[in-house]
């Protein structure tokens, strides 16, 4: 089947366009940013600022007005380096782990590198594994579902916390 396929720039616009609907940095905002990405370069072994200087500076400044901007490790089975845009210091990274009772196993596909080589956070979460997967929604439809496992499944589940934490404390992420 087709993938879908998101432009650099596509990011920086949309990233932009939160940026313009923000708020002032120390009052309520609602907004959160979740970037379920996936592109192909997946080497870098180190926070990435300079790959895309514009992206990075929105982000930076959405994290400024207390926006969180959670974004997807990638799907290589690197495990010294994350894909674009989880590698931007400011981003909030997530790689995935299977979905099972235990939740520690992190799936073989999924990318991760050495958190002293970045800035920012590392999460795990629920994102399936070679052997599990997750519930996610399919874009044949508005209310489709299928069984898919990747850290594009994994980063909504650290998102979701997140909303949750600021929706119980607005003005203190």
Not at 47 to 64: E, F, I, K, Q, R
Not at 70 to 94: D, E, F, H, M
Not at 126 to 138: A, E, I, K, Q, R
Request: proline share 6%; charged share 10%; net charge positive.
């Amino acid at each position: 089947s087709p993938k879908a396929a998101v432009f650099a720039s596509d990011v920086q616009k949309a990233l932009e366009s939160v940026l313009a609907a923000a708020t002032l940095p120390g009052t309520t905002n609602p907004y959160i940013v979740n970037m379920s990405l996936g592109f192909t370069d997946y080497s870098n072994s180190s926070t990435c600022d300079n790959a895309l200087p514009s992206v990075s500076n929105t982000v930076a400044n959405l994290t400024s007005k207390g926006i969180p901007v959670v974004a997807a490790t990638g799907n290589n089975s690197n495990k010294n380096g994350i894909s674009w845009p989880a590698c931007i210091s400011q981003a909030i990274k997530v790689s995935s782990v299977a979905n099972d009772v235990n939740g520690t196993a992190l799936a073989g596909f999924a990318n991760i590198g050495n958190p002293a080589s970045f800035t920012g956070p590392i999460l795990l979460a629920p994102g399936g594994s070679s052997t599990t997967t997750v519930n996610s929604s399919d874009r044949i439809s508005t209310t489709a579902t299928k069984l898919l496992k990747g850290t594009s499944q994994a980063t909504p589940h650290a998102t979701g916390i997140y909303a949750a934490l600021k929706a119980a404390n607005p003005t203190g992420i």
